[in-house]
């Protein structure tokens, strides 16, 4: 393991240019590469390789995985055999290769099948900053008076075009993040936003590249029309997994997280079709690389807490289609933030009759623990109780139709989506 790194002396430059607009920094307004670029070297980010020269299958990657789920896999993974290079009481980091992370994120489903995860970092020190508890997230005052906007809002979000969305993004063999089906399915998606977003000079959509490998991450900007530095943001991840075949295999991804994608594009759609502008910007990411170790949101979420962007709040859609449990939509009640999450159940009462449970979800398990361990205000409503999600995901199976070929599940969440959105970027 290891035997090609050989380290070429580096600095990381490329982490915000985009192949769609490569002279903008891609939070408007604000040129972030030169704080990305020392940012990066005060990471200890430098040494490694050249941001243009993708990682290779056998670079070195440190990995932050809680005790527990060590214990739980005890001989998978060789856990048995592996010394983590550092440990506290709850987690643990060990050195890896970027070719293992696909067995790990596989392994966590399907033997572990619980919802645990790692955090997969660049550095050892990134790694070891992990196991100090997240700062806390900065108290906010959540208020609910947004009834005129949201209202109308609501009536037009749509279930068809949710359903049309998921079909276009499972039908790519894969969403692989090192695959190139992978790297296509992101540009796809910067096209279809930057279509439905058309007439509205206020909506920028561009490409976030991860130097590393080759699926990049899809940014779309509303730019707030009263506090524009102040930003809203809602997520979900684009890439797709099954078991280790990396590329090679088919993931069709339906649920997980097409599903999530789909919300957001639903929600921006609904912005468009109302005229509505937010006072705050809001923006919504797709992630690439998220089954990899919440890889992409990572490096974007560290972007914004070392540019000190003041995100109000972050929303997570990571599998919303499956309906598993009798109720209609659950918070996940760890690694967020608790506030946030008693807004949220306010929130769907005020506009909704859905039911609301809580869950618990485990260690890093999807991408709203990569703003969490920043000090941000995350939050992730699921599909299910942790234990009654759709058991498919991973596999080729995960197509629309477990989800008897509808979005009716996922058509909450979009109106979730909404009124989160407007009653946080008044
Ligand atoms: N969508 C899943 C998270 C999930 C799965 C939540 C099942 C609840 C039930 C996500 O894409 C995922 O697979 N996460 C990994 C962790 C990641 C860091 C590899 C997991 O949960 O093992
Ligand atoms: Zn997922």
Redesign the pocket.
Same mark, same amino acid.
């Not at 919802?115 to 790692?118: E, P, W």
């Given at each position: 393991m290891g035997g090609l790194r050989t380290f070429l002396v580096l600095t990381f430059m490329a982490a915000a240019t985009s192949s769609a607009a490569p002279d903008a920094g891609f939070d408007q307004g604000v040129d972030v590469r030169p704080a990305i670029a020392t940012a990066r070297e005060a990471a200890g980010m430098t040494g490694r390789r050249l941001a243009s020269s993708p990682e290779r299958a056998d670079d070195a990657v440190w990995i932050s995985v809680s005790n527990a789920d060590v214990a739980a896999l005890k001989g998978e993974f060789d856990f048995s055999r592996r010394v983590p290079v550092s440990q506290n009481s709850l987690v643990s980091i060990f050195e890896v290769t970027v070719a293992e992370l696909d067995a790990l +994120?596989d392994i #966590? /489903?399907h033997r572990l099948r619980k919802? *645990? *995860?790692?955090f997969a970092h660049p550095t050892l020190r990134a790694a070891k900053a992990d196991m100090a508890e997240p700062p806390l997230a900065m108290a906010r005052a959540y208020e609910i008076d947004q009834r005129e906007t949201v209202v109308p809002m609501l009536k037009l979000v749509d279930e068809a075009a949710i359903t049309e969305t998921i079909k276009r993004l499972a039908a790519f063999k894969n969403r692989y993040y090192r695959s190139e089906t992978g790297a296509a399915s992101a540009r796809w998606l910067r096209d279809y936003w930057q279509e439905l977003s058309k007439g509205r000079p206020d909506i920028t959509v561009e490409l976030f590249r991860h130097g590393g490998w080759a699926q990049e991450s899809v940014i779309l900007t509303v730019r707030g029309k009263a506090e524009p530095g102040k930003v809203v943001v809602l997520g979900g /991840?684009l890439d797709s997994i099954a078991g280790w075949g990396g590329g090679d295999n088919v993931a069709p991804g339906a649920d $997980?997280?097409a599903s999530g994608i789909a919300v957001l594009t639903e929600s921006a759609r609904v912005i468009v079709a109302s005229g509505y502008k937010p006072g705050s910007t809001v923006k919504f990411i797709a992630y690439a690389a =998220? =089954?990899a *170790?919440?890889r992409g949101s990572r490096e974007i979420a560290d972007n914004f807490k070392q540019n000190g962007v003041a995100v109000q709040g972050v929303l997570q859609f990571? #599998?919303t289609n499956y309906r598993g449990s009798a109720d209609d939509i659950y918070l996940i009640a760890d690694n967020v933030s608790e506030a946030q999450n008693a807004f949220l159940g306010k929130l769907i009462a005020a506009y909704t009759d859905y039911r609301v449970g809580t869950t618990k979800? *485990?260690y890093?398990? +999807?991408d709203h623990a990569s703003w969490t361990r920043n000090g941000y205000s995350a939050s992730l409503p !699921?599909e299910a109780k !942790?234990d009654e $999600?759709n058991p498919n995901? /991973?596999t080729a199976n995960d197509t629309l139709a477990q989800s008897g070929g509808n979005s009716l599940h996922a058509f909450k969440f979009a109106k979730v989506a909404v009124a989160y959105l407007v009653e946080m970027g008044k």
């Open positions: +994120s #966590m /489903h919802c *645990g *995860g790692f /991840h $997980d997280d =998220e =089954e *170790g919440l990571d #599998m979800c *485990g890093a398990c +999807s !699921f !942790f $999600d995901i /991973h």
